[in-house]
């Protein structure tokens, strides 16, 4: 025993170390030779460094027995020469011998030899970096073998190249590079790793983002391809220059996104966003959203999509972002076939007017809407509502309310509301066929069995008389599942994942058509013609039972219907028990069973739920969105000029079958709430009437409160927000108003919101006090508008035809016929009755600003006080005084008259006061809530205006007028993107009175801004407005102006 | 074709010789009643002047258009009788097609000749005339669509017995169109079905039901060889609405009935 070896192998820290007393048992069990070449090495060691050897102690006895003895020695030699020599390096050597010896052992000489030369040459640059060199890559090397060896290299080089970087800030860089080694060299191809290197390199924003970037590769990065990791690196390295923290923020999280997508739809995607590198922040807020987008997009139609967006963003990078975040809501409206018409035509927006192009594929102007409707094929129940909803009256005689339900179906929904019997649940929109017509048909025929199910009872289910029609074992199952007896039980007891409601809906569906089938001929030949449109469709290996039995009904023979599922017999018994004059409902529900029984899991076994062995009873199979074989006549395409479009017009057959998320599979509340997010479930809050089943999902939701909770990235968001259209949350009531923006020259739909208020008032009092206050000024105003009053008949002379003679004319005739001249024919008289039919709104402008007192009209004058003295009085008090006298002087004169007020806060909260409508007369209150007119916030008038145009659309009068009472222009803390512009509100404002005079209300605009004139002029025509510089002279003003351009 | 006892009603009304208000809505047969009644009861002729002079009434129907004026030619200025006046005198059936259109100061006019006095004073003539012994009074009046403005007062309304017209039932309108227009009674029952259909519309989207003369129409269309679809969107759909959401709900039904 050597001196030094009682440091190590005799050494007590040895027998006391973790695994120590192993080691000396592992020791002990070698052979005696074998332990000689152990004790060698050690003691070579042992003279560089005690400790090295003591940790060479815990390591060798296993690495001898498990290693032959070459491979023994190559490792131990390498210890020695980390530990001592030209390479010595002892945190090296330390890092060394803690890994796994056997495995370096194995390692192949050339490449344990290849490693010591890099190590050498890191070693040159920095010891600790040589120390990190053993730590991250020799593990690597013993897995990846051979294949280490360029991936080894590239590590070096860019590991070097990052140290050599700006100084002490490199060498840190280099040492996290170097770190990170042994989990990223396993994941990290050669070629990729310059280029990690080189984004984290890029990403050097403080020290937050760029240590921690080479902590580790991001999660999901392994699970990505190299053609998908390649597409990541350009994203963010090309978005890093200019936004280095969303290019962290994104490769930090993208990988994990992208992972969870279909694969085949990773790389389109990246290639998509690769396009709009530029735009990094807004990519990263849409980030979290991109599952859901992607599984909107039909797989079939993926690639095709995906490449064009690429291609826009390749013109258009700011278009991509809002394009993929309205994706969804396009989708349902245009169809996969209508999108590449719709990009092409967004693109030319984009080119005159990029803010323009934004807003269309942001789905945020009217154009891009309109755009989407017009080339589609698809229904929807909005568009046709009016249509049908007298169609169904038409049939049924009562007005029945139709209700928009999620899904695809041939039937109407059946669902707890339908039971009330006063709506019918109609799919959202149909997109079965290339046409519209076809579309159309769908959605009315299903209308019609709506009503057929009112006309023909089927709310009048006994579940008793259906046991009665049941097989003994089914009867009894029924009794024991469902209490009660009627069709709410029904519903109750069958859980909505059971096929058997919609089955119930097929059957009593077919026997409805078979009952208005036999009353009406055009509804036979038009079901049977859609019915062979969808034979000819949808081949019979696809034909889910819904279809069948639609087909069925229809009067297809069965011959053509038969599947698997379906034999000819049974077809035969279902068509007889629900073809007869004497089919009921409970007959359609007995069939419904016996089907579900045959079918799907026994209801006997496993009671009602979702099936488990059937799943080809999913019933949008064939009913959603593209799951139809293509035409054979072979579509009328008129626009296959367009190159895009046939990028897209993949096989839609091929569709359905790799997408499993389909429409109408229920989201999960994840999913849900991001599309909301992304805007793609607006239609849920549309409307009262649109409280289906996705209404309730949403309203449970707890949706983000605010922009910078939805997508975790604070700067660029809010803008973003400030952008979308606005949800509409179901239960609130109100109006929505597009809004013109003249930036991109379109409307911005359901921009605003407005809500009526109704205004408090005081007793009266303020009424009152005016009247006393210009009691010298109405007696004459009284007496001006009394001459206007027209007389109730007028004589009109020179008539060929009349009541009685025109005594001059006949005078005159007379001497005409003695002078031998022909006299004129025109000899009578007429009494017309005249009636003056004219109906005016005054909109007062109740912002904050008329809360300014009166200035005099020259500094010396008598400063104005209100009536009692105390406060001076300000411009609102004026212009109520002027409605108090105009309100009376219109009394005097009788034509109609209202009076309403508007302010808000936001394109969110626009506020409408009533102060006097039509119907009302100048009653007390109406009095009492002039009086109560105070001044609050925002000027918002384009909507204001266009609610203005709203109320006074259902009148008729022969001359309608707008008199908008304002003191200054247009504003809003959101009115247009630039708070300090008014070009926006005013340019909003001027297209509001465009509308108004469209419809045929004559506007004027009155204002008390001696400024005014600057902006009035662009809003409307001279002869359109009046400024009046001494705004207390607005009560005897206003009369007069009323006089003079309120022509009946 | 009977549907009710309206016949025997204006039988009786025409002994007493009371005046009768018809009410039914647009195209229901009112007029084609009177004419019946007309001819069954007074007979179509009567000492050479007509048995039945009818009167549209309009917006701007005078009293001396209903009474007569004075009419220059060439150098005298003759009286001519109104048709009112002239079926007094004659002792005809005045039949006031939608009295209610004319203007007020017209329908006082006919106050005095529909109670016990029987008298048509003619102010211009200073004459007071009474009415021969067969002449009677009979307005009609859609109460439908006529706005509110345009009601008939009661003081009027009162001095006349009513006969209340509706559209017939399907199976008897069904009957009239087979034979008014000589179609077969399928087609003619689905016809009437359709109009039953459409009726249900009516305040909601239309301001009158269809009526059975448009029905008729539309049988007549058909029959001259127009085919059903187009013979109900010509007679029907566009002779009813303007509003494009309506035609097309309309024709939808259309539709519906017909192949």
Known sequence: VSPGRAHWLQSPHLARAEGGAESLAAFRRLAEPEQREVVHFGDVLAEASPALALAYALRAPHARARLPREGFARWAKLAVELASGELANRDAAGAYLRLDAAAIGACRPALLEHWRKLYAEVQSVSRKLAALFVEGSAPVMAKLGERARPRLDAWVEAGLDLASRSGWRGEFLAAAFFAAGSPTLSVLEAEEIPRWAALGAALQLGRDIGQSFFQGLPPGFASLTPAERAATFDLCVASAPRAARAAAGLFATLPAIAAQLPEDARLPLLRVLVAASSEAEAIAGVASMLDAIVRCVPAAVRDGLFDRIARLGARFPFCVVPLLRSLPRALEQAGARGMARWIAWGEGIAEANPEAGRAYFALESRTALRYLREHSAAVHLEEVHGVLRSYVRMLCGVSLTLRSGDGASLRPFLDRESLERSSIALPESVDLFSSWEDNFSVLKLAAAVGVGRLLYGSFELSLTRVRARLPAPLASVLAATIEGDGFADLLEAVPEADPLIALFAACDGARIDFRLRRQYRGYTAEIERLARRLVRRVARPRRSAELVLFLVGAGIPHGELLTDDLPADLLGSVAAALGSPESTVDDALAVAIQIRERLADSIAVSGFGPPTSYEELLFEKVTGDAALDPEPEGELDASAESRPTEVLDVDPAAVEEGDDDGPGTPLSAEELRRLLEAGAILKVGRGAEAADSAGIFARDLPLPTSAADATGEGQGVEGDRAKRPRRAAPERGGFDYDEWDYAIRDYRPRWCHLDEINLGGDAGEFFQDTLMRYAELLPEVRRQFQRLRPERYRRVRGLEDGEDFDFNAAVEARVELRARRSPSQRLYVARRAEERDVATLFLLDMSASTDEPVQPREPGGEPSAAADGKRPRRIIDVTKEALVIMAEALEELGDRYAVYGFSGQGRENVEFYLVKPFQEGLTARVRGRIGGIEPRRSTRMGTALRHARTKMANLTARSKHVFLLSDGFPQDFDYGTDRRSNTYGIQDTMMALQECQAAGITPFCITVDRTGHDYLREMCETSRYLVIEDVASLPTELPKIYERWVRA | ?259
Request: net charge negative; charged share 25%; proline share 5%.
């Open chain 2, 1 to 259: 074709l009977p549907v009710g006892d309206e016949v025997e009603l204006f039988e009786a009304a025409w002994r007493c010789r009371l005046p009768v208000l018809l009410k039914g809505p647009t195209g229901c047969g009112k007029t084609r009643f009177i004419e019946h009644v007309t001819h069954r009861f007074h007979g179509p002729v009567r000492d050479g002047a007509p048995g039945l002079i009818t009167v549209a009434c309009h917006e701007d129907l005078t009293g001396s258009d209903l009474v007569g004026r004075y009419l220059i030619k060439g150098d005298d200025t003759v009286w001519i009788d109104g048709p009112l006046t002239q079926a007094v005198r004659a002792g005809a059936v005045c039949y006031l097609d939608e009295i209610v259109e004319a203007r007020k100061d017209t329908i006082v006019l006919i106050h005095p000749l529909t109670d016990h006095r029987r008298i048509l004073p003619i102010d211009k003539r200073g004459e007071i005339l009474d009415a021969h012994d067969d002449f009677l009074l009979v307005i009609s009046y859609n109460p439908g669509y006529q706005s509110v403005l345009k009601d008939l007062k009661p003081s009027t309304r009162q001095r006349f017995v009513a006969i209340e017209f509706d559209y017939p039932p399907r199976d008897k309108e069904a009957e009239v169109i087979a034979h008014e227009s000589g179609i077969d009674a399928s087609t003619a029952l689905e016809l009437a079905a359709l109009g039953e259909k459409v009726r249900n519309l009516k305040a909601t989207g239309l301001e009158e039901g269809v009526s059975t003369r448009l029905l008729i129409y539309a049988a007549q269309l058909m029959r001259s060889g127009v085919s059903a679809r187009a013979a109900c969107s010509g007679a029907v759909t566009r002779a009813l609405s303007d509003d494009p959401e309506t035609q097309r709900a309309i024709d939808e039904l259309c539709a519906t009935v017909f192949p």
